[in-house]
């Protein structure tokens, strides 16, 4: 069964910085394109990030362009994404997506974000 779940979330300042984890079980990691995901309150989903299988290839939405990093650890089978500099208009449910039905295949239960001083 693949199972991705995510951590991290929180309250965070704006100006701070949060890491977000995803551990991924049930399918070959290392094999997979990943992605990040989010969706702000009253909004629709939003991509924010995607990874390639072996971490060499990133891609960022202007939105997080320059903020936010993507990374992964194929030998912990886990996805991150580093939050640096949060605005409040980052706050929202975040989710990690990927396996083998391609970069959107499975979700994860999400992980809340708020940013607010």
């Known amino acids: 069964e693949v199972q991705l779940v995510e951590s991290g979330g929180g309250l965070v300042q704006p100006g701070g910085s949060l890491r977000l984890s995803c551990a991924a079980s049930?399918?070959?990691?290392?094999?997979?394109?990943m992605t990040w995901v989010r969706q702000a309150p009253g909004k629709g989903l939003e991509w924010v990030s995607v990874?390639?299988?072996?971490?060499?290839?990133?891609s960022y939405a202007d939105s997080v362009k320059g903020r936010f990093t993507i990374s992964r650890d194929n030998a912990k089978n886990t996805l991150y994404l580093q939050m640096n500099s949060p605005k409040p208009e980052d706050t929202a449910v975040y989710y990690c997506?990927?396996?083998?039905?391609?970069?959107?295949?499975?979700w994860g239960q999400g992980t809340q974000v708020t940013v607010s001083s």
């Open positions: 997506a990927g396996g083998l039905g391609g970069p959107f295949g499975s």
């Open positions: 049930g399918f070959t990691f290392s094999t997979c394109v």
């Open positions: 990874i390639n299988s072996g971490g060499s290839s990133t």
